[in-house]
C-alpha cells in the first residue's frame, strides 16, 4: 500500500505537494515543499528503508523557503517542521552520515530552525496566540483576520519544544507554551473553551465545544506535551478539561455531541471524523475502558459506510449534506494502534485488518490512493493528502509490526555521548500530531538541565527556588539545634497558614463528615446493585437484537459483495444489447443460444448464493447471543466465585441467581470479536465457493433450456416445472457422493478452509442446541489470547465447518433456499400477466387472481429477459430479499431459545474441568429444559 502511494507520487507529482490519483498530475497546496515527501520521510525509517531514507533526506536539505508565498502556521508547523525534526532525529538509526555534535547540529535541524523563525512574527499578538497566516519573507500579511481556531493555536509546543531542547535557545518553547496557557486562561466557568478565538482580544467568535473539528490537537498537545517536556501543569489543564467533557458533552454510549462552551447544554448531534482521535487519547490518559467503548462506537460507523464520513448526524443517522467524503484521514487507526498496543486486543486487530480492506477496494487507484467524494456510494475524489503517507499508513502497519522500534517502552535504550554529557537515544517516542516521531531521550542530549518553564502563579507560589534551598541548606547545616527549632516552628506556621482552607476541610471529613460519607457510600452501593440487576436482564434481551441487527445489516454488505461477483461472470445486458444492433440471423440465433443460459444460470446462482449468506449468517450470529452473555456473565462470576455456594446436587438457587443476574462491562468485546471472526469466514466461504456454483448451475441450465424452442408457449406451471428440473440436476449429483449433507455445501466447503479438527463425539445426532454448543466453543477451549490474528480466524473456521455441517443448518438452509425460489416464481407470474395483452386491459384486480396468472402464455423468448428482469430487481433490492428472511430465521422462537441457552450455559463454571469440549450440555432424558429447547427447534423449523 505505501509503496504503490509513494512510488505514484514520485513518478507523476514530486515536486508538487500532492498526487492526484485520478488524473495522475500533481499540484501545490500548503507552500510547495514538495509536502508529500517531507511527510513520508519518516514512514520510510518505519518501514526500514534506509536506502530511500538517505536518498530523501539528502533532497529535502534543498527545500526553499526563501519564497515570496502566504504559508500555513498550523500547518507549516505540524507537517513539514515536525517532519524535518523527525528526520533528523532518525538519521543514525537510519545509517546515516552524522557529524560528532549530532542531535544538537544537523542540515535538517538548521532547515526546521529556519523556518519556525520565519513562523514566529505570528505569535505576536496581544493574547500570545498565533496568526493563522503567515509570509515567508514579509511575515504576517497585511489585513490578515485576527480569528483563528483553538486547534491552529495550541498546536506548537511539540515541534518548538524539540527545537529549543536541541538548540538550547527557549524562545521557541516559551512562545508555544505562552500560546497554550493563553487558552487555557479563556476557558469559561465550567472549563470548556469555544472552537474560534480572536487572538488580540481573547474572546471567543465560535461558542460551540467539540473533541474534534477545529480543538483536537490542542487537548492532544497538553497530553503529550506533558510527557515529552515534564510538564504537570499540562496534564492538570487536561484533565480539568476531561471531566467537563464527560459531564457536558458525552451522550452516555460513547459519543461526544457538540456544547455551548459557556452553558454546557449540547447544541448539535454531530460527529466529526476528527473526533476519531480522542480514544487514543484516552488511552495515553489510561482511562482504558471509556476509549475502549469510545473506539466500538466509532467503528460501526466505519462498518456502515467502509469509511467515515466528515461529519454525521447522530439523531438523523445521516452523513451531514457536503460533508459525506472520506479524505483518508488516520485518527481512527491512530485511536486502535494507541488501544492495541495497551491492551493486546485481538479484536482491535480486525479492525485494523477491516479498515485496511475498505481502503484497498474502495480508494486505490492506478495511481495511487485517492479519497472519496461520498462515503454512501463511494464516489472517487481526486487527491492523495500527504498525510495519507505520513500517518493512516504508518499508523496502520504500526498496529501488525509488533516489534517496530516505535514501539520501544524504555526497556532498552542506547546511551550518546555529547558536549553536554551522555543520553539515552530510543527509550520511547512521541507523535506529533502528523504522526512524525520524536525520539524522548534525545531531548536531553543538547542541555544539561531542562528548561525552569514554570507552570502557574500558584506553582511559584508554593516552590522553592534554587537559592531559596541553598539558603535553608545553609541555615540547616550552620545553625545551632535552638536557632532550627525556631526556623521549624517558622515554616511549620507559615505552612499551615497559607493551606489553612484545605487544611479544615480534611478535618471536616476526618470527623463528622466520615459518618455522612458512609451512609452516602451505603446507598450507593444499594442504589449500583438495584441497576446491576435492572443492565443484567436489560442487556439479556438486549443481546439478540444487537446481534440478529448486525446479522441483517452484514448479511446485506456481504450478498452486494455476491452480486459485484455474479455480474463479473454473467454478461446478460451486453447480449441483450447486441441483439439489438445485430441483423445476422446466425449470429443473433447464437447469442439467443448464449442468452437463455445465461439469464436463467444468473438467477439460480442469486437464489443459492443468497440463501446460504442469510441462512448461515443469521443462524450463527443469533446463535451465540446467548452464548456469549452467558460467558461474559461467567467471568464476572468468578471474581465473586467465594459469595457462591453449592449443594451436593449442582448448584443452588442463590448461586443461580448470582450468575443470571452479574453483569460485566466487557461483555460486548466477547461478542465483537467472535462476530468478526465469524463475518470473515461467511465473506471468505461464499467467495470460495462461487466459481464452482457458477459452473455447475451453468452445465444444468445449458441441459435443460437447450431442448426448449425459443417459439414455445408457456405458462407459470411450466416455467417451475423447468426450474425444478434444473435444481434436480444440480443436487442429485452431491445426494449420490455424501448421505445426509445438503448439496449445496459442495460450494460452500472450500479445500483452503482448515481441515476439522478430531473431536470425541458424544451424541448420535445434531439438535440446534448442538449447533449452538459447536459454533461457541471457541470460548471454551480459548483460555487465553491468541498469539497472533490469525489463530483466532483458523479456529473459528474449524468451529464453522462443524457448526454447517450440523442438520440445523441444513434445515435452515432448505428452507430459505425454497422460498427464495417461491419468490422468484412469484415475480414470474407477475411479469408474464403484465406482459400479456389480454391481463394489461383487464381489472387491476385481476392481476392478483391466481387462476388468470396461471393461464397466461408467452413464448419461451420472452421469458428471458423477464428472466433479466427478475434478476435486476433482486440484486439491487436488498430490503425485499431480506423479507423471507426475517420471517424464516428471525422468528420470535429463535429468540426465546437465546434466553433458555443463557439459562443453561449459566451452570457451566460448575462442571467438571476434565469434560469433553461438547459434552456440557445434559442428556435429553435427565432434563426438562432440554425438551423444551428441542419444542422451540420444532416450532422454529415447522411454522
Given at each position: 500500500?505505501?509503496?504503490?502511494?509513494?512510488?505514484?507520487?514520485?513518478?507523476?507529482?514530486?515536486?508538487?505537494?500532492?498526487?492526484?490519483?485520478?488524473?495522475?498530475?500533481?499540484?501545490?497546496?500548503?507552500?510547495?515543499?514538495?509536502?508529500?515527501?517531507?511527510?513520508?520521510?519518516?514512514?520510510?525509517?518505519?518501514?526500514?528503508?534506509?536506502?530511500?531514507?538517505?536518498?530523501?533526506?539528502?533532497?529535502?536539505?534543498?527545500?526553499?523557503?526563501?519564497?515570496?508565498?502566504?504559508v500555513?502556521?498550523?500547518?507549516?508547523?505540524?507537517?513539514?517542521?515536525?517532519?524535518?525534526?523527525?528526520?533528523?532525529l532518525?538519521?543514525?538509526?537510519?545509517?546515516?552520515?552524522?557529524?560528532?555534535?549530532?542531535?544538537?547540529?544537523?542540515?535538517?535541524?538548521?532547515?526546521?530552525?529556519?523556518?519556525?523563525?520565519?513562523?514566529?512574527?505570528?505569535?505576536?499578538?496581544?493574547?500570545?496566540?498565533?496568526?493563522?497566516?503567515?509570509?515567508?519573507?514579509?511575515?504576517?500579511?497585511?489585513?490578515?483576520?485576527?480569528?483563528?481556531?483553538?486547534?491552529?493555536?495550541?498546536?506548537?509546543?511539540?515541534?518548538?519544544?524539540?527545537?529549543?531542547?536541541?538548540?538550547?535557545d527557549?524562545?521557541?518553547?516559551?512562545?508555544?507554551?505562552k500560546?497554550?496557557?493563553?487558552?487555557?486562561?479563556?476557558?469559561?466557568?465550567?472549563?470548556?473553551?469555544?472552537?474560534h478565538?480572536?487572538?488580540?482580544?481573547?474572546?471567543?467568535?465560535?461558542?460551540?465545544?467539540?473533541?474534534?473539528?477545529?480543538?483536537?490537537?490542542?487537548?492532544?498537545?497538553?497530553?503529550?506535551?506533558?510527557?515529552?517536556?515534564?510538564?504537570p501543569?499540562?496534564?492538570?489543564?487536561m484533565?480539568?478539561?476531561?471531566?467537563?467533557?464527560?459531564?457536558?458533552?458525552?451522550?452516555?454510549?460513547?459519543?461526544f455531541?457538540?456544547?455551548?462552551?459557556?452553558?454546557?447544554?449540547?447544541?448539535?448531534?454531530l460527529?466529526?471524523?476528527?473526533?476519531?482521535?480522542?480514544?487514543?487519547?484516552?488511552?495515553?490518559?489510561?482511562?482504558?475502558?471509556?476509549a475502549?467503548?469510545?473506539?466500538?462506537?466509532?467503528?460501526?460507523?466505519?462498518?456502515?459506510?467502509?469509511?467515515?464520513?466528515?461529519?454525521?448526524?447522530?439523531?438523523?443517522?445521516?452523513?451531514?449534506?457536503?460533508?459525506?467524503?472520506?479524505?483518508?484521514?488516520?485518527?481512527?487507526?491512530?485511536?486502535?494502534?494507541?488501544?492495541?498496543?495497551?491492551?493486546?486486543?485481538?479484536?482491535?486487530?480486525?479492525?485494523?485488518?477491516?479498515?485496511f480492506?475498505?481502503?484497498?477496494?474502495?480508494?486505490?487507484?492506478?495511481?495511487?490512493?485517492?479519497?472519496?467524494?461520498?462515503?454512501?456510494?463511494?464516489?472517487?475524489?481526486?487527491?492523495?493528502?500527504?498525510?495519507?503517507?505520513?500517518?493512516?499508513?504508518?499508523?496502520?502497519?504500526?498496529?501488525?509490526?509488533?516489534?517496530?522500534?516505535?514501539?520501544a517502552?524504555?526497556?532498552?535504550?542506547?546511551?550518546?555521548?555529547?558536549?553536554?554529557?551522555?543520553?539515552?537515544?530510543?527509550?520511547?517516542?512521541?507523535?506529533?500530531t502528523?504522526?512524525?516521531?520524536?525520539?524522548?531521550?534525545?531531548?536531553?542530549?543538547?542541555?544539561?538541565?531542562?528548561?525552569?518553564?514554570?507552570?502557574?502563579?500558584?506553582?511559584?507560589?508554593?516552590?522553592?527556588?534554587?537559592e531559596?534551598?541553598?539558603?535553608?541548606?545553609?541555615?540547616?547545616?550552620?545553625?545551632?539545634?535552638?536557632?532550627?527549632?525556631?526556623?521549624?516552628?517558622?515554616?511549620?506556621?507559615?505552612?499551615?497558614?497559607?493551606?489553612?482552607?484545605?487544611?479544615?476541610?480534611?478535618?471536616?471529613?476526618s470527623?463528622?463528615?466520615?459518618?455522612?460519607?458512609?451512609?452516602?457510600?451505603?446507598?450507593?452501593?444499594?442504589?449500583?446493585?438495584?441497576?446491576?440487576?435492572?443492565?443484567?436482564?436489560?442487556?439479556k434481551?438486549?443481546?439478540?437484537?444487537h446481534?440478529?441487527?448486525?446479522?441483517?445489516?452484514?448479511?446485506?454488505?456481504?450478498?452486494?459483495?455476491?452480486?459485484?461477483?455474479?455480474?463479473?461472470?454473467?454478461?446478460?445486458?451486453?447480449?441483450?444489447t447486441?441483439?439489438?444492433?445485430?441483423?445476422?440471423?446466425?449470429?443473433?440465433?447464437?447469442?439467443?443460444?448464449?442468452?437463455?443460459?445465461?439469464?436463467?444460470a444468473?438467477?439460480?446462482?442469486?437464489?443459492?448464493?443468497?440463501?446460504?449468506?442469510?441462512?448461515?449468517?443469521?443462524?450463527?450470529?443469533?446463535?451465540?447471543s446467548?452464548?456469549?452473555?452467558?460467558?461474559?456473565?461467567l467471568?464476572?462470576?468468578?471474581?465473586?466465585?467465594?459469595?457462591?455456594?453449592?449443594?451436593?446436587?449442582?448448584?443452588?438457587?442463590?448461586?443461580k441467581?448470582?450468575?443470571?443476574?452479574?453483569?460485566?462491562?466487557?461483555?460486548?468485546?466477547?461478542?465483537?470479536d467472535?462476530?468478526?471472526?465469524?463475518?470473515?469466514?461467511?465473506?471468505?466461504?461464499?467467495d470460495?465457493?462461487?466459481?464452482?456454483?457458477?459452473?455447475?448451475?451453468?452445465?444444468?441450465?445449458?441441459?435443460?433450456?437447450?431442448?426448449?424452442?425459443?417459439?414455445?408457449?408457456?405458462?407459470?406451471?411450466?416455467?417451475?416445472?423447468?426450474?425444478s428440473?434444473?435444481?434436480?440436476?444440480?443436487?442429485?449429483?452431491?445426494?449420490?457422493?455424501?448421505?445426509?449433507?445438503?448439496?449445496?455445501?459442495?460450494?460452500?466447503?472450500?479445500?483452503?478452509l482448515?481441515?476439522?479438527?478430531?473431536?470425541?463425539?458424544?451424541?448420535?445426532?445434531?439438535?440446534?442446541?448442538?449447533?449452538?454448543?459447536?459454533?461457541?466453543?471457541?470460548?471454551?477451549?480459548?483460555?487465553?489470547?491468541?498469539?497472533?490474528?490469525?489463530?483466532?480466524?483458523?479456529?473459528?473456521?474449524?468451529?464453522?465447518?462443524?457448526?454447517?455441517?450440523?442438520?440445523?443448518?441444513?434445515?435452515?438452509?432448505?428452507?430459505?433456499?425454497?422460498?427464495?425460489?417461491?419468490?422468484?416464481?412469484?415475480?414470474f407470474?407477475?411479469?408474464?400477466?403484465?406482459?400479456?395483452?389480454?391481463?394489461?386491459?383487464?381489472?387491476?384486480?385481476?392481476?392478483?387472481?391466481?387462476?388468470?396468472?396461471?393461464?397466461?402464455?408467452?413464448?419461451?423468448?420472452?421469458?428471458?429477459?423477464?428472466?433479466?428482469?427478475?434478476?435486476?430487481?433482486?440484486?439491487?433490492?436488498?430490503?425485499?430479499?431480506?423479507l423471507?428472511?426475517?420471517?424464516?430465521?428471525?422468528?420470535?422462537?429463535?429468540?426465546?431459545?437465546?434466553?433458555?441457552?443463557?439459562?443453561?450455559?449459566?451452570?457451566?463454571?460448575?462442571?467438571?474441568?476434565?469434560?469433553?469440549?461438547?459434552?456440557?450440555?445434559?442428556?435429553?432424558?435427565s432434563?426438562?429444559?432440554?425438551?423444551?429447547?428441542?419444542?422451540?427447534?420444532?416450532?422454529?423449523?415447522?411454522?
Open positions: 500500500m505505501f509503496y504503490h502511494a509513494y512510488d505514484s507520487y514520485l513518478k507523476y507529482a514530486y515536486p508538487y505537494d500532492e498526487l492526484r490519483p485520478i488524473t495522475c498530475d500533481g499540484y501545490d497546496t500548503w507552500g510547495s515543499y514538495s509536502l508529500s515527501l517531507v511527510d513520508a520521510i519518516d514512514t520510510l525509517a518505519t518501514l526500514g528503508n534506509s536506502t530511500e531514507f538517505s536518498r530523501v533526506y539528502t533532497i529535502i536539505q534543498s527545500l526553499d523557503i526563501e519564497r515570496d508565498i502566504n500555513s502556521v498550523f500547518e507549516t508547523n505540524i507537517r513539514v517542521i515536525g517532519g524535518l525534526l523527525s528526520a533528523h532518525l538519521a543514525k538509526r537510519m545509517n546515516v552520515s552524522v557529524n560528532s555534535t549530532w542531535p544538537c547540529t544537523g542540515p535538517l535541524l538548521d532547515l526546521a530552525v529556519a523556518l519556525a523563525n520565519k513562523l514566529l512574527p505570528a505569535f505576536d499578538t496581544e493574547t500570545g496566540i498565533p496568526y493563522g497566516t503567515i509570509n515567508l519573507v514579509w511575515g504576517v500579511p497585511i489585513g490578515e483576520t485576527n480569528i483563528t481556531c483553538t486547534a491552529g493555536g495550541g498546536t506548537f509546543l511539540i515541534e518548538f519544544g524539540t527545537i529549543s531542547r536541541l538548540t538550547g527557549p524562545k521557541y518553547e516559551r512562545a508555544a507554551l500560546a497554550l496557557r493563553a487558552l487555557w486562561s479563556k476557558r469559561s466557568s465550567i472549563n470548556l473553551i469555544g472552537n478565538i480572536n487572538i488580540q482580544t481573547g474572546e471567543w467568535t465560535a461558542n460551540d465545544c467539540t473533541i474534534g473539528t477545529g480543538v483536537d490537537s490542542y487537548f492532544e498537545y497538553l497530553v503529550k506535551g506533558a510527557l515529552l517536556f515534564r510538564h501543569e499540562l496534564m492538570d489543564m484533565n480539568e478539561y476531561i471531566k467537563a467533557i464527560d459531564a457536558h458533552m458525552s451522550d452516555g454510549s460513547g459519543w455531541v457538540f456544547a455551548n462552551y459557556q452553558q454546557g447544554r449540547k447544541t448539535m448531534p460527529f466529526a471524523s476528527l473526533d476519531a482521535f480522542y480514544p487514543g487519547l484516552l488511552t495515553l490518559l489510561g482511562k482504558l475502558d471509556r475502549r467503548e469510545t473506539l466500538y462506537a466509532y467503528h460501526t460507523m466505519w462498518r456502515k459506510y467502509g469509511s467515515m464520513p466528515e461529519f454525521y448526524n447522530l439523531a438523523q443517522q445521516e452523513c451531514m449534506q457536503g460533508r459525506e467524503g472520506y479524505p483518508l484521514r488516520p485518527e481512527h487507526i491512530e485511536s486502535i494502534m494507541y488501544l492495541s498496543k495497551a491492551t493486546d486486543d485481538d479484536t482491535l486487530l480486525f479492525m485494523a485488518a477491516d479498515i480492506d475498505s481502503i484497498e477496494s474502495c480508494c486505490k487507484t492506478s495511481c495511487g490512493y485517492t479519497s472519496l467524494k461520498n462515503v454512501k456510494d463511494h464516489q472517487l475524489d481526486n487527491r492523495m493528502e500527504s498525510f495519507f503517507l505520513a500517518e493512516t499508513i504508518k499508523y496502520l502497519y504500526l498496529i501488525f509490526d509488533e516489534n517496530n522500534f516505535l514501539h517502552n524504555g526497556e532498552y535504550a542506547t546511551e550518546h555521548r555529547t558536549a553536554s554529557g551522555s543520553c539515552f537515544l530510543d527509550t520511547g517516542y512521541v507523535y506529533n502528523e504522526a512524525h516521531p520524536i525520539d524522548i531521550g534525545s531531548l536531553d542530549c543538547c542541555t544539561s538541565s531542562p528548561f525552569d518553564e514554570t507552570s502557574s502563579d500558584a506553582f511559584e507560589n508554593d516552590s522553592l527556588t534554587k531559596q534551598i541553598r539558603w535553608l541548606g545553609n541555615i540547616l547545616l550552620n545553625q545551632d539545634k535552638q536557632e532550627l527549632h525556631g526556623i521549624s516552628f517558622t515554616m511549620i506556621w507559615q505552612f499551615i497558614k497559607r493551606h489553612r482552607r484545605k487544611l479544615f476541610l480534611i478535618s471536616l471529613l470527623g463528622g463528615g466520615y459518618a455522612v460519607f458512609r451512609f452516602i457510600n451505603g446507598k450507593l452501593t444499594t442504589m449500583l446493585d438495584d441497576q446491576d440487576k435492572m443492565m443484567a436482564e436489560w442487556k434481551q438486549l443481546y439478540y437484537e446481534n440478529r441487527d448486525t446479522s441483517l445489516r452484514t448479511s446485506t454488505d456481504i450478498f452486494a459483495q455476491v452480486v459485484l461477483n455474479i455480474n463479473r461472470r454473467f454478461q446478460c445486458e451486453n447480449i441483450l447486441r441483439l439489438s444492433t445485430i441483423s445476422d440471423a446466425t449470429e443473433k440465433r447464437e447469442l439467443w443460444e448464449q442468452l437463455r443460459v445465461e439469464c436463467f444468473r438467477l439460480f446462482t442469486l437464489a443459492y448464493s443468497s440463501s446460504f449468506v442469510l441462512a448461515l449468517t443469521e443462524l450463527v450470529v443469533s446463535a451465540l446467548g452464548r456469549l452473555y452467558s460467558q461474559s456473565q467471568q464476572h462470576a468468578s471474581i465473586r466465585e467465594h459469595n457462591i455456594t453449592t449443594t451436593a446436587g449442582g448448584i443452588s438457587a442463590t448461586s441467581s448470582s450468575h443470571a443476574e452479574s453483569t460485566h462491562n466487557q461483555s460486548s468485546l466477547l461478542s465483537r467472535i462476530q468478526l471472526a465469524c463475518l470473515d469466514v461467511i465473506r471468505y466461504t461464499t470460495a465457493g462461487m466459481n464452482n456454483l457458477i459452473e455447475d448451475v451453468r452445465k444444468a441450465t445449458q441441459s435443460i433450456l437447450s431442448r426448449i424452442s425459443l417459439q414455445q408457449m408457456l405458462d407459470i406451471n411450466d416455467i417451475i416445472w423447468y426450474c428440473e434444473i435444481r434436480h440436476q444440480i443436487e442429485k449429483k452431491r445426494y449420490q457422493s455424501v448421505n445426509n449433507h445438503h448439496p449445496l455445501l459442495k460450494y460452500v466447503r472450500s479445500t483452503a482448515p481441515a476439522r479438527s478430531s473431536q470425541p463425539t458424544t451424541t448420535s445426532g445434531y439438535s440446534f442446541s448442538n449447533a449452538v454448543t459447536t459454533a461457541s466453543s471457541l470460548l471454551t477451549k480459548r483460555t487465553h489470547s491468541p498469539s497472533s490474528v490469525f489463530s483466532v480466524q483458523q479456529q473459528f473456521e474449524i468451529e464453522c465447518i462443524e457448526m454447517i455441517e450440523s442438520d440445523t443448518f441444513q434445515r435452515v438452509l432448505i428452507q430459505i433456499i425454497d422460498q427464495s425460489f417461491s419468490n422468484i416464481y412469484d415475480e407470474a407477475r411479469e408474464m400477466a403484465k406482459s400479456s395483452a389480454a391481463t394489461v386491459n383487464s381489472s387491476e384486480n385481476q392481476l392478483h387472481d391466481p387462476t388468470t396468472i396461471i393461464e397466461v402464455q408467452i413464448p419461451f423468448a420472452k421469458v428471458i429477459p423477464i428472466s433479466n428482469n427478475i434478476y435486476s430487481k433482486l440484486s439491487s433490492h436488498h430490503e425485499q430479499l431480506m423471507h428472511f426475517q420471517s424464516l430465521a428471525c422468528r420470535p422462537e429463535l429468540h426465546e431459545y437465546t434466553k433458555c441457552a443463557y439459562d443453561l450455559f449459566s451452570n457451566e463454571s460448575l462442571q467438571p474441568a476434565t469434560r469433553a469440549a461438547y459434552s456440557f450440555l445434559p442428556l435429553a432424558s432434563s426438562t429444559l432440554q425438551s423444551s429447547l428441542s419444542s422451540f427447534l420444532q416450532s422454529l423449523m415447522s411454522s
